[in-house]
């Protein structure tokens, strides 16, 4: 069935500094791909999302590419503020095989000023 | 605020009651899920509403539990006979239906069983 693996946390950096968040995924169809975020006491919010391959997500200086050759949508960022502080969950939908969207264990990011 | 709201955002029961949640999704929106979600895991898959029909529900939904739509607009997810095990958070979202649309989350309800 479809899943998603992705890279354990916690993470901590420093203000400025550059994020990698690792996502893989196994999926039998052509799926689309999700990050979202949940900060502290909030619900989860969509933060970037691709539909097929090669294509780019990109939000708030987030980036992620939907990589079909690696089954990867790693999430990116520049340069990382206290704000970006929260748990990230990548996710995969895929309507023609289930209705549910399958999501990683999470991972916390804190971010120090 | 047009967004998807849970009520009550906590819940502390004791073993063996039943308890109910409520979801109201965003009002254009004709699917409806529930999620469950415990710590350093992700949300996990419990059933989905097609507007008032059921048309999917996870192996993880016991017996005990039990989720209706009955006009298609809000949703009601029961838990009966709750065992320590069923806490977690629980999540409602929504969606169109609609093939590669991203799904709305309330900010759940988080259900303590002592």
């Known amino acids: 069935g479809n899943s998603v693996t992705q890279m354990e946390g916690p993470v901590t950096l420093s203000e400025e500094a550059f994020l990698t968040i690792n996502c893989t995924y196994t999926a039998t169809g052509y799926p689309s791909l999700f990050w979202y975020v949940q900060y502290p006491g909030e619900g989860l919010q969509l933060l970037l999302k691709a539909t097929k391959a090669d294509d780019k997500g990109s939000n708030k200086g987030f980036e992620a590419t939907y990589r079909k050759e690696t089954t990867s949508f790693h999430l990116e960022k520049g340069s990382v503020q206290v704000s970006d502080s929260a748990v990230y969950f990548c996710?995969?939908?895929?309507?023609?095989?289930?209705?549910?969207?399958?999501f990683g264990a999470g991972t916390r990011l804190t971010v120090k000023p | 605020d047009t967004g998807v709201s849970q009520d009550p955002r906590h819940k502390i029961t004791k073993r063996g009651q039943n308890v109910t949640f409520r979801c109201d999704p965003i009002s254009e929106h004709n699917r409806l899920y529930w999620y469950r979600q415990t710590l350093g895991q992700g949300p996990e898959f419990l059933t989905y509403f097609q507007n008032e029909a059921q048309l999917e529900k996870s192996r993880l939904l016991s017996d005990r539990f039990s989720a209706e739509r009955p006009k298609g607009s809000f949703s009601t997810l029961e838990i009966q006979r709750t065992e320590q095990g069923d806490s977690a958070m629980y999540l409602c979202a929504s969606d169109r239906g609609l093939m590669n649309t991203e799904a709305f989350f309330g900010q759940g309800t988080r259900l303590t069983v002592v």
């Open positions: 996710a995969l939908s895929d309507r023609e095989i289930n209705n549910d969207m399958r």
